[in-house]
């Protein structure tokens, strides 16, 4: 077993390849394309939120660790869906429910982001 930091190289536009770290959480980079070395962002795995089979949110750890007008810490991607639709009462309740569990689903994502932010394991 390597006890090697793991890092990647992407390319880039503006400098050439770029070799950085990258975190154990890291879900790589599917589609290096070049980009500019400050857009460079690691994305953790995806954790999609639904109701009924249609997506409400999405999130996803993320880093830019080069970033120069944004932060560079580890935070969370939230991504909010267009879902839409006509309910009648009880599709009503099954939403605010399906609301419910999604804000449980986000508040253990939130402590284990703050486990990771506060020194936990990368």
Do not use: I, K
């Amino acid at each position: 077993m390597t006890t090697e930091p793991r890092t990647v190289t992407l390319p880039t536009e503006d400098h050439g390849n770029v070799t950085l770290p990258e975190p154990s959480w890291c879900a790589g980079h599917r589609n290096p394309q070049p980009q500019h070395r400050a857009d460079l962002t690691h994305y953790g795995p995806e954790h999609r939120l639904t109701f009924n089979g249609s997506e409400l949110f999405r999130l996803m750890l993320t880093q830019s660790p080069l970033a120069e007008r944004a932060s560079r810490d580890v935070g969370a991607y939230v991504e909010q869906s267009d879902y839409t639709g006509s309910l009648d009462p009880a599709s009503l309740y099954d939403l605010a429910a399906a609301l419910d569990t999604a804000a449980d689903h986000m508040r253990v994502f939130a402590d284990q982001l703050a486990s990771l932010v506060n020194g936990g394991a990368e």
